[in-house]
C-alpha cells in the first residue's frame, strides 16, 4: 500500500471507506467518509457541502483523486469519535451500554457544534447518570460512575474536562452535580492537572464556590447530626456512640490529604453500619433523629447550589433539561 500523502494525512482505517465522496482531515488524520450522510445527519455540513464547487483549476481547495477535503479545525481525538459514532452507530449506544468518558465529551462537544441533534441526547443521556439533576439520583451514584466513567475516581483533570465541555455545549442542567462531583478533589490537585492554566476563570470561581459551599455546610451538618433524640430511651449509650461517631469524622476531616464533600455523609448512621466496630448500639430513634438531620442539611445545599453557581433555579433548570432531552 501506497504511504498516504501530506495531502491526506494519517488514514483511520476503519473510517476509510472506498466509495466515499468526502475526505474529512483533522489535524494529522484524514478520514474518507459519505457526504451525502453527513450533510443528512448535520446542518452544518449540508450548508458547507452545498457551496458551490469552485472551477477546475482552483488551488487553494484541496482535493484528494478529485474528492475535495474538508479541514475541520477540531482536535482529530475528538473529531475520529464523533464520526465513528456517525457512521458506526454501534460505536456509541445509549446507556445502559458503556462509552468511554472522553468519548462522550467529544461527541457532546462536536454534536452540538455540527447540530446532529440525536448524538447530542445520546452523549447528555450518558452523562445524565453521573450529573442527574434530583438529589436521590445524585446520592444514588455519588460513589459509582458508569463503566468507562473510571477517570472521574482517579484525574481532577477527567472533571476539568467535563465542566469545559458542559459550559461550552451550554448544558446548565448538569452543571450543579458536576461542580459537587468535582469539588470533592482538593484544590491542589486541580492546581496541578495541565488543563488548570488554560480554564476560563469562570470555571475556576465556580470550583472554588462549589468547595466552600460545600465545606461550610458539611460543618453545619455535622453539628446538627452530632445529638441523640430527644425521645431516646437510651442516652447513656447513644450519646457516648454518637460522640464517638462524630469525633472520628471530624478527625478525618482535619487530615489534610482527605477528599470528602458533604454529600458523603448521606450513610454515616445508616442502620447496622458499625456493627462489629466495638460500638455501643444506637436506639432506633436516634438513627432516626441523625439521618433526618443529615438529610435535611444535605437537601439545603442541593437546593442553594443553582444560586451558588449563577445558574438559573432548580425549576428553570428541570425545564432546560426537558427540553434537552426532546
Sequence with gaps: MDAPSSTEGDRVDDLWFSDGSLVVRAENKAFRVSGALLAARS??????????????????????????????????????????????????????????????????????????????????????????????????????????????????????????????????????????????????????????????????????????????????????????????????TCSPYISTVITALMVSIGKINIEFNCFEMKDLFRPGLWEGENYPPICAACIAHNREQISTGMSTVWEAFPAILELPPWDKLQAMRTAAMG
Aim: hydrophobic content about 40%.
Design 43 to 236: 446542518t452544518v455540513f449540508q450548508d458547507m457541502l452545498s457551496f458551490p464547487q469552485p472551477s477546475a483549476g482552483a488551488s487553494e481547495i484541496e482535493s484528494l483523486d478529485e474528492i475535495p477535503i474538508v479541514e475541520l479545525h477540531d482536535p482529530a481525538s475528538e473529531v475520529e469519535p464523533f464520526l465513528r459514532a456517525i457512521f458506526d452507530s454501534s460505536s456509541f449506544m445509549p446507556p445502559p451500554s458503556p462509552s468511554e468518558l472522553s468519548d462522550v465529551l467529544a461527541i457532546l462537544r462536536l454534536s452540538h457544534k455540527y447540530d446532529i441533534q440525536y448524538l447530542h441526547r445520546r452523549a447528555l443521556d450518558h452523562l445524565s447518570l453521573v450529573y442527574p439533576t434530583e438529589l436521590p439520583s445524585f446520592l444514588a451514584h455519588l460513589n459509582s460512575v458508569p463503566p468507562g466513567f473510571q477517570k472521574l475516581h482517579s484525574s481532577a483533570e477527567a472533571h476539568l474536562q467535563a465542566l469545559r465541555v458542559l459550559h461550552e455545549v451550554n448544558a446548565l442542567y448538569l452543571l450543579p452535580a458536576a461542580y459537587s462531583r468535582a469539588s470533592k478533589n482538593l484544590p491542589e490537585r486541580f492546581f496541578s492537572s495541565p488543563g488548570w492554566p488554560v480554564l476560563p476563570d469562570t470555571i475556576k470561581n465556580r470550583l472554588y464556590l462549589s468547595h466552600t459551599h460545600q465545606a461550610r455546610h458539611l460543618m453545619a451538618i455535622v453539628h446538627a447530626a452530632g445529638h441523640e433524640d430527644p425521645g431516646c430511651q437510651t442516652p447513656r
